[in-house]
């Protein structure tokens, strides 16, 4: 039996998703200010986000390996460091391209940061999908402060001074995660080449479902976290700090409802059905977006696809470890995750793109409907396998024993 992480530990753990969340989605509410800033349209203050993205994507691999064949923690607390140092540079920096660089860089660092924390949390918690949750919830928080908190703090600081508060915040977690954090499981003896460790968890046809609903399920999430607050300022004239406000309700519902969602495929003890409302639930919001045009209207969508994010993101993690074992949980959620930032940088650079050729919210968020639409079928599958398979039946039966 797994013992219960004390709160020092769950809160490190929790405090490092807040600052990865944090640092991902700070540029987006300025894209319009960002524009004038490094005299960009779009697609290139678009590309900011995507940048951070594209490094987080290309370094998954390489840092889930790191996480499962080093010590874990060592993992987790050189991507703080790496991250609290690029992201100071990047709050100083007034060059388009340098900023690119840096946002990539601190993309690379993120990637450091999820697969290793998920490993250190889950590997000691007797009920995952709680911890997961617990974990998501922090995210969640972290994408609040960021289209919300940021905006605010920039009204009184300005831009660039509220960029590099994240920074020294990025600092005082590594300090935090230093003290706290767990040693986390010894670092595989044996695990076979790097070829062999990524091509067995390849070829298991539930990772093809897995990653197939991470995929769909984080373009559908960067689709409306992205694109919301902009959406705000040009259809309803809302200052960044407002639009913000309306677009966090995404990352209330998803904060809040996290953890209760955990816990839920805890109890129920399958993870498929929890999967497959999660993206209901995110066809409806962007189906919301699409069919009224009031404020009203998107607030709840918001907290429509806060639900949905909560009902799928924590619980697709969770059921990874699952499968595949928490000794290989680094590389298999690395893995999936890598395949699902793959949507994500399409979808910062794709949105942009359609936006400034079309001028069309319509088109964005029927674009989003219909992705998030698409991800019932693989979570219907997933689900079919995990009735008959022998990893998720003997998970259901350690929750229960």
Not at 16 to 24: G, H
Not at 242 to 265: E, F, K, R
Not at 318 to 345: D, K, P
């Amino acid at each position: 039996m797994a013992r219960r992480p004390g709160p020092a530990v769950v809160g490190a753990g929790w405090a490092v998703f807040v600052i990865a969340n944090t640092q991902r989605i700070d540029v987006v509410p300025f894209f319009n200010d960002l524009r004038s800033y490094y005299h960009r349209d779009y697609t290139g203050v678009g590309a900011l986000l995507s940048a951070y993205l594209l490094g987080y994507l290309l370094a998954q691999v390489p840092m889930g390996l790191a996480a499962d064949n080093l010590p874990t923690r060592r993992v987790t607390l050189a991507g703080l460091a790496l991250i609290a140092a690029t992201s100071g540079v990047f709050a100083l920096v007034r060059q388009y391209w340098p900023a690119m660089l840096l946002r990539f860089l601190m993309g690379v660092s993120g990637a450091a940061l999820y697969s290793s924390t998920v490993k250190l949390l889950l590997g000691i918690a007797p009920s995952r999908g709680a911890a997961m949750g617990v974990l998501q919830s922090g995210a969640g928080t972290g994408m609040i402060a960021g289209l919300f908190g940021l905006p605010l703090l920039a009204q009184v600081v300005g831009i660039r001074p509220a960029f590099l508060a994240v920074a020294v915040a990025s600092a005082a977690t590594f300090g935090y995660g230093a003290a706290c954090l767990p040693g986390g499981p010894p670092p595989r003896a044996a695990g076979g080449t790097i070829g062999h460790q990524v091509g067995t968890i390849v070829r298991d046809r539930s990772f093809v479902y897995l990653a197939s609903c991470t995929f769909l399920g984080l373009f559908s999430a960067y689709g409306i976290t992205a694109w919301l607050p902009t959406y705000l300022r040009n259809e309803f004239r809302f200052t960044s700090a407002a639009a913000g406000a309306i677009a966090s309700l995404i990352n209330v519902g998803l904060a809040a409802a996290s953890p209760v969602t955990g816990a839920l495929s805890d109890r129920l003890g399958v993870r498929g059905p929890v999967i497959v409302g999660g993206f209901v639930a995110l066809a409806l919001a962007f189906a919301v977006l699409l069919g009224v045009h009031s404020v009203a209207a998107v607030g709840g969508a918001a907290a429509i696809a806060g639900v949905g994010l909560a009902l799928t993101l924590p619980i697709l993690t969770t059921m990874t470890t699952e499968i595949f074992s928490v000794e290989r949980a680094g590389v298999a959620v690395s893995l999936n995750l890598a395949v699902g930032q793959v949507a994500s940088t399409i979808s910062g650079v794709l949105f942009g793109i359609v936006l400034d050729a079309t001028g069309s919210f319509r088109l964005v968020w029927s674009i989003g409907t219909a992705v998030a639409a698409a991800g019932i079928i693989p979570a219907a599958l997933l689900r079919a396998r995990e009735r008959t398979a022998p990893a998720a039946r003997s998970a259901g039966d350690r929750r229960g024993s």
